[in-house]
């Protein structure tokens, strides 16, 4: 089984969000897209990793690689500087990207002080997210923490909150696939 890991944003031309610190969404994501990367090629699987400032180009990455699975890595934002915690997101109607949503957020919320925002399904043309709905793979979007809370973005500063939610992302993908 394939998977491509993408990290959301572009660093140099799309930071996606930043918190007060100055910490930006696209190098976070790129640090954990990588450590998953690694730790799933490590057990064994093949892994394909994708960071692009086109939405586009990164489905047809994934979709050219003949991925089966496909998580994307972002940090979350609010004006609420209060919101705080990590959400996975699946397209809805699809049974596995629920059930790699589920894998993926309860491996992170049993390895990490983070509070448990869900799972969430997005609905193309409603509250779809682009890469859900353009890849062929069964897909996820994981919303590590919100850069936009001076805790979570504590977290995701960190070199050990980067590596534990890397690794909580890798045991979910890995307890998906031993689902069969």
């Not at 919101?83 to 993926?104: D, F, R, V």
């Not at 002080?113 to 353009?134: E, Q």
Request: glycine share 10%.
């Amino acid at each position: 089984m394939k998977s491509c890991i993408n990290g959301g944003h572009y660093p140099g031309l799309d930071s996606g969000a930043v918190g007060a610190s100055g910490l930006q969404e696209a190098n976070v994501a790129r640090n954990i897209m990588q450590l998953v990367a690694g730790y799933l090629q490590q057990a064994g699987h093949e892994v394909v990793t994708v960071q692009d400032n086109e939405l586009q180009a990164i489905c047809d990455a994934s979709n050219n690689s003949g991925a089966d699975l496909f998580v994307s890595i972002h940090c979350n934002a609010a004006a609420n500087t209060e919101a705080k915690g990590t959400e996975t997101w699946y397209c809805n109607g699809s049974a596995g990207g629920e059930k790699l949503a589920t894998c993926i957020q309860g491996q992170i919320i049993n390895s990490l002080y983070t509070t448990d925002r869900g799972i969430k399904d997005a609905t193309p043309h409603v509250n779809g997210l682009y890469v859900l709905s353009n890849t062929d793979a069964v897909a996820v979007l994981v919303e590590t923490a919100f850069i936009s809370n001076a805790e979570d973005e504590a977290l995701l500063a960190s070199d050990n909150g980067k590596d534990d939610f890397a690794r909580a992302i890798a045991r979910g993908i890995t307890d998906y696939i031993a689902l069969g």
